[in-house]
């Protein structure tokens, strides 16, 4: 069974996935449940961060694969 885990890389994929469901989510908080007075720099920089690591994580990803 761990190697079927190892070949299928199942555990990447799921990072990769919760990841993505993340940035999903974020960004719909920023466009869709702030209100234009809520966008504060704060909340501008989380989100930046967010989608910054989803890249990071996208660059990581494809650098692995063969």
Excluded: H, N
């Excluded at 761990?2 to 974020?26: G, N, S």
């Excluded at 719909?28 to 720099?41: N, P």
Aim: aromatic share 14%.
């Amino acid at each position: 069974m761990a190697t079927v885990l190892d070949e299928w890389r199942v555990l990447p994929r799921l990072a990769f996935l919760a990841m993505i469901l993340m940035a999903y989510r974020v960004t719909d908080w920023y466009m869709f449940d702030l209100d234009i007075a809520g966008r504060t720099v704060e909340a501008s920089g989380f989100v930046s961060v967010v989608i910054g690591a989803l890249t990071g994580s996208f660059a990581i990803w494809l650098g692995k694969e063969k």
